[in-house]
């Protein structure tokens, strides 16, 4: 039996705490090494980082066979640590000592810790993600076939809750026949993401450019018309920010209708927009469409805009080039 090795009161730790309420999802790391432990990554690793890491990336790691799999527990669940770059506010990091695919007891030590885990923090199997699986993440981490590892996790966890439970389950949702999201190729993500959108009468473009609106940076490609993985990358980020979809792993990255409505409600038309004698109109509208045509983003209808407005007109003959922010003109960026 493996056994719990706390180290809780010996990690460094920043300042600041979090609520564990605010833990949507679960991230599954691994060390890249076939030994060590905290004590090792961190004397070898993060502590060299300049700047230092204020913290380990950790908040759990299992051991390796050799190890006996024990578990070294780092940090609480209030403590942010440093495993996913840009993303660790809501991330409890666990991680497995190994540089290729976990052993079987390996495994058993992981699920029976993460169902600890996601029970504590009321989430669900699916809020669990390897590294990589996360926006922005260049990385080979976790190191596994994170579809079948979850899937596996999954036949251990209902195992688990029958146990628990009276065993009158009924097969439901996950067993429908469409596959989830999660479990497509980037191709086949991509081509939902475009009928996603068809869905709510919007081209791709248009998406694309109520991403940009709502604040999401597409830097590379912009709004071009073709979903690939920035545009993935960026549903994703505005789908954290904005808790949607959490609860339910398989459609995250597939603009479905919360995800639109969420944005046609950041990306909101307010009004005809005419240069009035002296005052320009000003507004949080203005500010979604001069992040679309590229002029600083202040908010104000001011010459520099409405000439940047006029010259996305005159690239389509069905707006009239006038410069006014006016409802075809919106809807034709929008929808
Ligand atoms: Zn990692």
């Known amino acids: 039996m493996s056994k719990i090795i706390d180290l809780r009161s010996q990690t460094p730790k920043r300042n600041t705490r979090r609520s564990k309420s605010q833990i949507r999802k679960v991230a599954w790391h691994w060390s890249g090494t076939a030994r060590g432990g905290f004590w090792s990554f961190w004397n070898n690793t993060w502590s060299k980082y300049r700047p230092p890491w204020s913290t380990g990336g950790y908040a759990e790691i299992i051991l390796s066979d050799a190890d006996n799999n024990d578990v070294e527990l780092c940090y609480d669940y209030e403590m942010v640590t440093n495993g996913v770059g840009g993303q660790n506010s809501y991330i409890y990091n666990m991680c497995v000592v190994a540089n290729k695919e976990f052993s079987p007891s390996q495994k058993r030590v992981l699920f029976e810790r993460t169902k600890k885990v996601i029970d504590d923090l009321n989430l669900t199997v699916d809020d669990v993600m390897g590294h990589n699986e996360f926006p922005g993440q260049n990385t080979q981490c976790p190191g596994q076939n994170m579809n079948r590892l979850r899937q596996e996790f999954k036949a251990y966890r209902e195992g688990e809750k029958v146990k628990v439970d009276r065993p009158t389950q009924t097969k439901s949702s996950s067993t429908g026949s469409t596959p989830s999201f999660a479990k497509m190729s980037a191709r086949q993500k991509y081509s939902e993401i475009e009928v996603a959108f068809k869905e709510a009468g919007l081209s791709v473009t248009q998406g694309q450019r109520l ?15 073709k979903p690939g993985a920035e545009t993935l990358a960026a549903i994703e980020r505005f789908q954290l920010k904005h808790n949607i979809s959490s609860r339910n792993g398989n459609f995250f990255g597939r603009p479905g209708p919360s995800t639109i409505q969420r944005l046609r409600m950041i990306v909101r038309y307010v009004g005809v927009r005419r240069h009035d004698r002296g005052a320009y109109p000003r507004g949080t509208d203005i500010r979604a469409v001069q992040r679309v ?13 409405a000439a940047a407005v006029r010259s996305y007109q005159r690239g389509f003959s069905s707006l009239t080039n006038d410069g006014i922010l006016g409802p075809a003109t919106w809807g034709h960026m929008f929808g």
């Open 211 to 225: 991403l940009i609106g709502a604040g999401e940076q597409l830097p590379r490609f912009g709004a071009d018309g």
């Open 293 to 305: 045509i590229g002029v600083t983003v202040d908010g104000i209808y001011g010459p520099q805009t």
